[in-house]
């Protein structure tokens, strides 16, 4: 897909569409959305917008992973030095509620840039849990 507000809201619509189909419940499908629109927001951020991203969304048997690809070898997402509880920041979170909903993610430069790889547990009361 090309990085854009419309493709994004498609994105959202086919992860919900893609995880309620193998039986993930909504509350997890929500942390993966989530998740999924802030890391394509980093690579917007790093590439420009209508960059050329390649997004996946898995079910398994231990949670769900999300991958993200982007052109872009050399910018690395880095966090900010802000609270997520700081009422006064515009901005700066994401990265922070990715540590928290996907604690262990990481980076892999790859041939033709770099993706974004993390796992998110099944919430509690999912069937998969």
Not at 11 to 33: F, H, N, W
Not at 49 to 68: F, N, Q, R, W, Y
Request: a negative charge.
């Amino acid at each position: 897909m090309n990085a854009s507000a419309a493709h994004l809201r498609r994105v959202r619509e086919l992860a919900d569409k893609t995880l309620c189909e193998a039986g993930v419940d909504s509350g997890t499908s929500e942390m993966v959305q989530l998740v999924a629109s802030e890391l394509i927001g980093n690579s917007v951020r790093a590439c420009g917008d209508h960059v050329p991203l390649v997004i996946e969304v898995d079910a398994a048997k231990d949670g769900v992973s999300v991958k993200v690809h982007d052109p872009e070898p050399e910018l690395l997402p880095s966090r900010r030095q802000v609270a997520l509880d700081d009422e006064e920041a515009e901005s700066g979170r994401g990265l922070g509620l990715v540590d928290v909903l996907a604690p262990g993610w990481r980076v892999f430069r790859t041939p033709v840039g770099k993706q974004i790889v993390c796992s998110l547990p099944y919430s509690e009361g999912d069937g998969h849990a």
